[in-house]
Antibody, heavy 119, light 110 residues
Framework: EVQLVQSGAEVKKPGESLKISCKGS????????IGWVRQMPGKGLEWMGI????????RYSPSFQGQVTISADKSISTAYLQWSSLKASDTAMYYC????????????WGQGTLVTVSS | QSVLTQPPSVSAAPGQKVTISCSGS????????VSWYQQLPGTAPKLLIY???KRPSGIPDRFSGSKSGTSATLGITGLQTGDEADYYC???????????FGGGTQLTVL
């Protein structure tokens, strides 16, 4: 069974760093792209970027380039999304999802990680 | 402002049919495949349609997708109360070199 299991909810202060994770199982982790999608409270979906764990090829949305870092460790089938300095506006639900091709055909999704940034 | 434009809300009675539009441009919908997602309250999105009109395994044929020019449409027939959700279109944007989603449409089954 294909599963993407994300790390738990986080509460952070502005300026702090954070790295959340997404562990894949039940399929060849290096053969699919993993994407990250942001959903701010009460708002729509925003495509942040994707990574191909097989070779770490990474693409970012222009809106998120330089704001976050996407990485993966194929030895443990885990992808990451990290911030070096959080802002209150980073408060959102973050989903990871799997796609065969670079794009938006995400067939399996993680359960989401809620990140709350507040002083 | 989303690159793809969807109506904020649509509604219809149980058993009826509804369509949800998604309007873009030649850099996105016009030259790339469109996907559609259903997001039930408090849950992760679910892929309903990919490659404009294909349904993943397990998605009932009540859900259909089409594309014409720079617009795409999601159709849902035989509406059920369980279809009440937010629906999103998405595609690749060649100008942005990034995927984009529409702003989402809230479906109410009256």
């Amino acid at each position: 069974e294909v599963q993407l299991v994300q790390s738990g909810a986080e509460v952070k202060k502005p300026g702090e760093s954070l790295k959340i994770s997404c562990k894949g199982s039940g399929y060849s982790f290096t053969s699919y792209w993993i994407g990250w999608v942001r959903q701010m409270p009460g708002k729509g979906l925003e495509w942040m970027g994707i990574i191909y764990p097989g070779d770490s090829d990474t693409r970012y949305s222009p809106s998120f380039q330089g704001q976050v870092t996407i990485s993966a460790d194929k030895s443990i089938s885990t992808a990451y999304l990290q911030w070096s300095s959080l802002k209150a506006s980073d408060t959102a639900m973050y989903y990871c999802a799997r796609t065969m091709v670079q794009g938006v055909d995400f067939d399996y999704w993680g359960q989401g990680t809620l990140v709350t940034v507040s002083s | 402002q989303s690159v793809l434009t969807q109506p904020p809300s649509v509604s219809a009675a149980p058993g009826q049919k509804v369509t949800i539009s998604c309007s873009g441009s030649s850099s996105n919908i016009g030259n790339n495949y469109v996907s559609w997602y259903q997001q039930l309250p408090g849950t992760a999105p679910k892929l309903l349609i990919y490659d404009n009109n294909k349904r993943p395994s397990g998605i009932p044929d009540r859900f259909s997708g089409s594309k014409s020019g720079t617009s795409a449409t999601l159709g849902i027939t035989g509406l059920q109360t369980g279809d009440e959700a937010d629906y999103y279109c998405g595609t690749w944007d060649s100008s942005l070199s990034s995927a984009v989603f529409g702003g989402g449409t809230q479906l109410t089954v009256l």
